[in-house]
């Protein structure tokens, strides 16, 4: 009894130097782990401002039927993400190199901050979580090491996949210059917008959704994937455009609406397809007007820039998987006359072209 009693007192006195030792230890926590990422930082900063790509790199739940839900504007200040109804993480300020954070666990509060440095190699990506620790939060701290022991690989696992995605996912990509081709005529319905390039991907993910509810609401009937127009250099800091729907039979509508039923004539085009991020994109027109001047063809300012998004979100979401057409209007050469020795007749010369539909 003696032995049971001296056991019983051993352990509470154990567990009151545990306590004590618990209750000694900081209240308050600040990590930082950093990793460099071979990308410039303005598209680090703009991939990881977009919560459109937080399952891509989030560290906490791998499950297949992890659920979660984004803001309606995925960027930027007041952002969010948020699962299992009690956790989130809410954009409070992103600058060009700067993101801060809240993270909410349960009742716990949590502050987050990301800092992109420019370095030789590409990026310097810090990531900072600091925060304060219940008494409970304490004990398991204790009981695992410390919480850096646990949080800290969980940064560093985040950190990995954002590179991997960046280097693999973005850098990944293919640029063919198909030639010329014959657009065939095409009726449409726009709708027109203007934005910054940066922009234009979550813009005109919005127009587009837009039309198709127009298009659903009129039952119309359409043919072939959306495309956009072009009305100035899309290289350039501002683009104008127009998104695009083909459809069967062409569309009346009223001056006053913002949807509008249009057409365009055939015409020849130079078409270059690009497999890969739309980061590429300024590229990718670079080398098809490259072939447009090697080949001596002229390119018609005053014609239909074209493109088409073949393969894309939310269809798509790898964007080494993506597929972009390019059409570049080209001035149909004059025939150039040649006189045969053995004939009267005259031959005609003009660049080859091919049918739109033949390539594949």
Not at 122 to 144: C, D, H, M, P, R
Not at 209 to 226: A, D, E, H, R, Y
Not at 312 to 327: G, N
Request: glycine content about 4%; proline content about 4%.
């Amino acid at each position: 009894m003696k032995l049971v009693k001296y056991f019983a007192l051993l352990f509470l006195l154990f567990l009151l130097a545990f306590v004590v030792f618990v209750a000694t230890q900081p209240a308050t926590y600040k990590i930082t782990k950093s990793k460099e990422i071979i990308m410039p930082p303005s598209q680090v900063f703009e991939y990881v401002n977009d919560y459109s790509n937080w399952i891509d790199w989030q560290q906490f739940e791998t499950s297949e039927d992890f659920k979660y839900t984004i803001s309606s504007n995925p960027i930027g200040e007041k952002a969010y993400v948020k699962w299992d109804d009690t956790n989130l993480i809410a954009t409070k300020f992103a600058h060009k190199d700067s993101i801060a954070q809240d993270y909410i666990e349960k009742d716990n509060k949590q502050s987050l901050h990301w800092k992109f440095i420019k370095v030789k190699s590409g990026t310097l990506a810090n990531v900072t979580i600091q925060g304060e620790l219940s008494f409970k939060e304490k004990i398991y701290s204790v009981l695992n090491g410390g919480i850096t022991s646990y949080v800290g690989p969980q940064i560093e696992d985040g950190l990995t996949k954002i590179n991997n995605y960046l280097v693999n996912e973005l850098g990944n990509f293919k640029i063919d210059v198909h030639g010329l081709v014959v657009r065939p005529e095409t009726n449409f319905i726009e709708q027109k917008d203007s934005c910054l390039t940066k922009d234009f991907n979550k813009k005109s993910k919005t127009l587009l959704t837009s039309m198709k509810s127009f298009i659903k609401n009129n039952n119309i009937q359409t043919l072939g994937v959306p495309f956009v127009i072009f009305h100035n250099n899309p290289n350039t800091s501002f683009i104008k455009y127009s998104m695009c729907v083909p459809v069967k039979d062409e569309i009346l509508t009223t001056p006053e609406s913002q949807i509008q039923g249009n057409h365009y004539d055939e015409f020849l085009a130079v078409k270059t397809i690009l497999r890969g991020d739309y980061s590429h994109t300024k590229q990718a027109w670079s080398k098809a007007r490259q072939f447009i001047y090697k080949n001596k063809f002229t390119e018609d300012k005053n014609g239909t820039y074209i493109g088409i998004y073949k393969r894309a979100l939310p269809e798509v979401k790898e964007p080494s998987k993506w597929e972009t057409e390019i059409y570049i209007p080209v001035v149909k050469r004059k025939p150039k006359k040649r006189i045969v020795n053995d004939s009267t007749k005259t031959n005609s010369e003009t660049a080859p072209t091919i049918p739109e539909n033949s390539i594949k």
